[in-house]
């Protein structure tokens, strides 16, 4: 079993930048074995994808809406990924949710449906 604990959402005004954190753990849990995502759902809308990362860090991907603007990283010695996002907008107000899936390959993401583990989320509201 896996846990995600995300952290660092809040309140901000457009234009402003907000660093999410999401910090992984379990008994048996190794951080090289597994690719991480970020995902938000908005009030009344479906989850979204905005950014996934391989284990080893080398592949990046983002939803088109983000690009330029967040970036994803990850310290797999801390057990930690985090989602760095500036230039904010207030279509970007969201519940953002931390997932990890089992893969040490190069491939990257957007499917939900591949993801095993999620966290609790952290609000990130952008006020105009």
């Known amino acids: 079993q896996v846990q995600l604990v995300e952290s660092g959402g809040g309140l901000v005004q457009a234009g402003g930048s907000l660093r999410l954190s999401c910090a992984a753990s379990?008994?048996?849990?190794?951080?090289?074995?597994?690719?991480m995502g970020w995902f938000r759902q908005a009030p009344g809308k479906e989850r979204e994808f905005v950014a996934s990362?391989?284990?080893?860090?080398?592949?990046?991907y983002y939803v088109d809406s983000v690009k330029g603007r967040f970036t994803i990283s990850r310290d797999n010695t801390k057990n930690t990924v985090y989602l760095q996002m500036n230039s904010l907008k207030p279509e970007d107000t969201a519940v953002y949710y931390c997932?990890?899936?089992?893969?040490?390959?190069?491939?990257?993401?957007?499917?939900?449906?591949?993801?095993?583990?999620w966290g609790q989320g952290t609000q990130v509201t952008v006020s105009s």
């Open positions: 379990g008994r048996t849990f190794s951080m090289y074995n597994y690719a």
């Open positions: 990362i391989t284990w080893s860090g080398g592949t990046t």
């Open positions: 997932a990890s899936r089992f893969s040490v390959s190069s491939s990257v993401t957007d499917d939900p449906g591949k993801y095993m583990y």
